[in-house]
């Protein structure tokens, strides 16, 4: 695992890689999107309003695979101390945050047709909006920690904890849901279409390359900056160290 | 006595009202305050203040909760406490511990005799009152050791109570949940519920609180 701890050798493979999975990923989910929208056939209950459906399901893995990424960076840095595993987690948080936010949204926009509301207090959304409340408390915590020069094992710490608490808080909010009204919507389609089927997964594959290289770009920005900040600090060292050698002489 | 017992006599009198850490009676009145201004805000028609009030109250519980946080651990930290203790040998998971078991002492006790003005103004009834304060007996541990957690987190950074605000609240929605859920459903799991929440994050409190003081030492 150490083999990529020299941020010399994860740069020179992130450079390359991080616009391969981002093109890769665009064209993938592009071209699922466009065969939802164009090609798919209209579902039979819910009609052209299922095409969301290639947008909101991949974002809605994605906005729980972000806090799992984060929470296996945690891990990896609280464990093992990997140098490059708080910048891996600090970078999972706002790609995580936005999809869970896309997600909430198409959700919302999809709910209006289907169900005639903007929203309802149905568990999966309620657990993502509260999802969404700990991305912005992981996000707001580690930029507190950068702004101070704090440890990084805090957010880390943050992050596991969430981790923990994210099974039982989607299992509470089911409980409560049940209790407060009758679930009035199942997802009653356990079988999906393969026509249906296909687009999904190919959508879920490229937009899960785009929340890789747009993790690895923000790492390369973070590492960026703390070589920025090096450099700096660096120069003005060895300007006063001149400046001192220039009065001597 | 040993030295966890004066650890915990000392935090006592720095959270306790009264005690110089400015351990005060203000989360209370302000728990008083949010359960007075609710029947303000939806009209003062008896039914509705008895149906919902429970769920103000633990609202209000919440919000009093999250008050105390930035005074919990900040300053021992700054003086360099938890650094003597450890030279001592008083780990600092222990002394998290301690802290947690003073932290609640100080806030439930309080907070439990708080709910009865509070279920008066709100108009609650005998029963509703007895399952809101079985609740909060349930889940103030949990709340405690979320605040302790979340208060050790954030010693060393100089947050407000916005951002202590915003970690707490999610995490502390399952409490919530069961806690004001077994109102609605009296004879339902809620309360058991709460309660092994709580006893959950009781234990791992300690070592969450331990860790995020230690990373604050080192840096």
């Known amino acids: ?38 090609w798919a056939p209209a579902e039979r209950l819910q009609g052209d309003s299922v095409r969301i459906l290639f947008l909101h399901v991949p974002t809605a893995w994605l ?42 949204a198409t959700g919302s926009l999809w709910g209006r047709p289907a169900w005639g509301t903007w929203w309802v207090w149905d568990g999966r959304l309620t657990s993502m909006l509260v999802l969404l409340f700990l991305y912005f408390g992981y996000i707001a915590l580690a930029q507190a920690v950068d702004r101070e020069g704090a440890s990084s094992r805090i957010p880390a710490i943050f992050g596991l904890v969430g981790a923990i608490n994210i099974p039982i808080i989607h299992y509470s909010v089911i409980w409560w849901n049940s209790l407060h009204q009758p679930p009035s919507i199942t997802a009653g389609k356990s079988a999906m279409s393969p026509e249906f089927l296909i687009p999904l997964l190919v959508a879920t594959f490229g937009f899960s390359l785009i929340f890789g290289g747009v993790v690895l770009a923000r790492m390369r920005a973070l590492l960026a900056e703390i070589q920025a900040e090096a450099r700096l600090r660096r120069k003005a060292l060895g300007d006063s160290a001149s400046r001192g050698r220039g009065v001597t002489a | 006595m040993s030295a966890l017992g004066k650890l915990l006599l000392r935090d006592l009198a720095l959270l306790l009202p009264g005690g110089k850490r400015g351990g005060s009676l203000l989360p209370f009145l302000f728990f008083l305050a949010v359960a ?13 203040l008895a149906r919902t009030g429970g769920g103000v109250v633990w609202v209000a519980a919440l919000l009093a909760a999250i008050l105390p946080l930035d005074r919990l651990v900040a300053p021992d930290l700054e003086l360099g406490i938890f650094d003597q203790l450890h030279l001592r040998g008083v780990s600092e998971e222990a002394a998290m511990a301690v802290r947690l078991l003073a932290h609640w002492l100080s806030f439930a006790p309080l907070l439990l005799l708080a709910t009865l003005p509070a279920a008066a103004l709100l108009g609650l009834e005998g029963e509703t009152v007895r399952i809101l304060l079985l609740g909060l007996l349930a889940g103030t541990p949990g709340l405690a050791a979320l605040g302790l957690m979340i208060a050790a987190m954030t010693a060393g950074l100089r947050v407000g109570a916005a951002l202590t605000g915003l970690l707490l609240i999610p995490m502390a929605v399952p409490i919530l949940i ?18 092994a929440i709580s006893l959950l994050l009781v234990a791992a409190t300690p070592f969450a609180a331990g860790a995020a003081i230690r990373a604050a030492r080192e840096g």
């Open chain 1, 1 to 38: 695992m150490h083999a990529f701890a020299n941020p010399k050798r994860f740069l020179s493979l992130a450079r390359w890689l991080t616009p391969l999975l981002l093109v890769s990923g665009l064209l993938l989910a592009g071209a699922a999107l466009l065969y939802g929208l164009l």
């Open chain 1, 63 to 104: 906005a729980m695979g972000g806090w799992s990424a984060i929470a296996i960076s945690s891990l990896v840095e609280l464990v093992w101390r990997h140098p490059l595993a708080s910048l891996a987690a600090r970078a999972s948080a706002v790609p995580g945050a936005v999809f869970t936010a896309i997600c909430l």
């Open chain 2, 36 to 48: 007075m201004l609710f029947p303000f805000a939806v009209g003062p028609d008896a039914p509705l």
């Open chain 2, 178 to 195: 069961f806690g004001a859920g077994a109102l609605a459903q009296p004879e339902g799991a809620g309360l058991g519920l709460a309660g």
